[in-house]
């Protein structure tokens, strides 16, 4: 249920950023809507394990909620002039590549585990993400400028994190390493 919370979030944002006076108001509405939704994430996964109501569909739920809610903001806020396009086509291209490396994985009976990179790299585009959004300057701080900071390091655990998960996948399914 928190993940299909999350999922019908992304529309609700999209509204919200759509409006074509995305003022101030808006801009902190749609931060404190996106932070709320990415933190039911830790929740969902925080009550799903002391619960134990682990499931498949869960872990297909989970991070698809994830990328519907990060990949959505991050395309509203091109035309916003908050994030630039190149940046933000690599991010989904890499959430892509690893979604359907995923899936050929699944079918080869490969399991690849979420490292510490991918972890990182959700925190950062989930701080990037938030300061852009919220993107005035707020008690002397340019949350564009740091928001811009946050997304740099995201695309950089991003990238780093996808060629990770592909070399572990290569070295699992060619090689036969465990």
Known sequence: MISIFRILTAPVLIVILSSPDTDEKNSIIAAIVFAVAA?????????????????TFGKFLDP??????IVSCLVMLIPLGRAPAWMV?????????????????????????????????TIFQIASVTTLLVHYKFLEIDFQTLGMVFLWVALIFTIWSGVDYFVKFLRKAMIGEP
């Open 39 to 55: 933190l039911t994430d830790w929740l969902d996964g925080y009550l799903a394990r002391k619960m134990g109501v682990e499931t």
């Open 64 to 69: 698809l909620a994830d990328k519907l809610l």
């Open 89 to 121: 086509a690599l991010i989904i291209g890499r959430e892509i590549a690893v979604t359907g490396l995923r899936g050929i994985a699944s079918v080869e009976g490969v399991i690849i585990a979420a490292g510490r990179l991918g972890k990182y790299k």
